[in-house]
């Protein structure tokens, strides 16, 4: 019979070699990789993989004085979960260093490495009380760098903080954001978004059947509303899975195109407007060479960026990524806009927004088109958007950062702007 609570353990092992050692993402790791293993197991193996990647530098930090040398990656790997287990967790030490061992017997290439496992996991669970000593987890340096630039080192490690908080469940409501906050026990943030806090099954949520709401960061929810388009607007939402734009786009009257370059992604559009029982054309196609029969009305451009602004959701990006693919995003993000600015109707608006903390794919963005596009102009009057405190405003659009609402969980860092295309 096998040992319960190793399958989750084993699965959450094979992920995070594959994020720390082959640099992949989780998004395309799951659900594959857990797809055998049953629902709570499931949900466990992803939730340790992600709280492992959260603590990765206190938990290396708590290890080093145990190890005198740094042994192989899967070794090292299930050390760090197990000391996540014991440290974030507060799993029992027996069960969690018995399963450690267990799993480390079971390999050929790991097996020599058992007797280490169970050492140095009994040492870090003696001493946990150091755990709370230690630096919040770092960034890496290819990330840490240029946000210290950007918004230097306090505002950084307020941010890291943020990181390393597992973040609450925020819901968009098709309707009425007050009912379905009272159907799922939750909170109206000041900017209309739901936040539920502890952990949940979204399926299993009151209204998700009926197509009430759906899962999108409370940041993730300004660009559209920022928009705002009228009923009956002829709206393209540019880059549009995994469609949370497009259903409040929808949801507003507006008649809306989605466009985004993958088919598989484009199918989570529609089962997504199908569940919640909203319209909206889908087109497959590349943006840089899709030509659209007539011009709109009004653009979302959410760009492909370097998504810094959802570490505090996806820990695994900064493991994953090292900033190699920067200049590229740039110039990508650079031609959809001029792209979206062909497309667009005298007197119509565009809205640009990445999920990014650079201001590269923000700021400097905006800026950098106002100058190729002298028709172009920024609408201020669309920053003022009902719960929104001016801090998060500038000159070009509105700023979030994860370490803005410590009290209420953070969000994710976005940059929006509002531009509007002269008469």
């Known amino acids: 019979m096998a040992k319960p609570g190793l399958a989750p353990r084993r699965a959450a092992l094979h992920l995070l070699g594959q994020v720390t050692g082959e640099g992949r993402l989780l998004a395309e790791l799951l659900p594959a990789s857990v797809a055998h293993l049953a629902p709570e197991d499931r949900a466990r193996a992803q939730r340790l993989t992600l709280t492992a990647l959260r603590w990765m530098d206190r938990a290396d930090r708590m290890l080093g004085p145990y190890l005198r040398k740094r042994p192989g990656p899967a070794v090292l790997n299930a050390l760090r979960l197990g000391v996540v287990e ?22 050929r290439q790991t097996a020599g490495a058992s007797g280490l496992v169970n050492a140095v996991l009994r040492r870090a669970a003696g001493d946990l009380e150091k755990w709370k000593t230690l630096p919040v987890p770092r ?28 973040p609450p469940l925020d819901l968009t409501a098709k309707a009425d954001p007050q009912t379905v906050a009272r159907a799922v026990g939750g909170e109206v943030l000041p900017t209309g978004s739901i936040r539920i806090t502890g952990r949940r099954h979204v399926t299993e949520l009151p209204g998700y059947r009926d197509g009430d709401w759906w899962v999108q960061d409370a940041a993730a929810a300004l660009p559209a509303r920022m928009l705002a388009p009228d009923t009956g607007a002829k709206v393209l939402d540019m880059c549009a899975a995994p469609g949370g734009k497009t259903l409040q786009l929808a949801a507003m009257g507006a008649e809306v195109t989605a466009l985004d370059v993958s088919e598989a992604r484009l199918a989570r559009v529609a089962d997504n407007l199908a569940r919640t029982g909203l319209r ?12 659209p029969p007539d011009a709109f009305d009004a653009i979302l ?9 959802t570490v505090r959701r996806h820990p695994d990006l900064p493991y994953a990524k090292d900033g190699a693919d920067f200049a590229g995003l740039f110039a990508l993000q650079s031609a959809m806009l001029d792209h979206a600015a062909e497309w667009l109707q005298p007197g119509g608006r565009l809205v640009f927004c990445t999920c990014s903390l650079l201001p590269d794919e923000g700021e400097v963005q905006v800026a950098d088109a106002l100058r190729r596009h002298r028709t172009l102009s920024v609408d201020p009057d669309a920053f003022a958007l009902p719960g929104v405190p001016p801090e998060w405003r500038s000159d070009t659009g509105i700023r979030t950062r994860p370490d803005y609402w410590p009290d209420r969980g953070g969000l994710d860092g976005f940059f929006i702007a509002v531009l509007r295309k002269a008469a």
């Open 301 to 309: 451009l959410d760009a492909p960026c370097s998504a810094t602004g």
């Open 139 to 166: 960034l890496p340096k290819w990330l840490r760098a240029p946000l210290i630039d950007a918004y230097g080192k306090a505002v950084v490690t307020d941010i890291e903080a943020a990181h390393a908080a597992e």
């Open 86 to 107: 014991l440290a974030v967790d507060g799993a029992a030490a027996h069960g969690v260093v018995d399963a450690w061992v267990h799993l480390m017997r079971q390999d």
């Open 280 to 291: 909206a054309a889908t087109v497959a196609a590349d943006a840089l060479e899709w030509q």
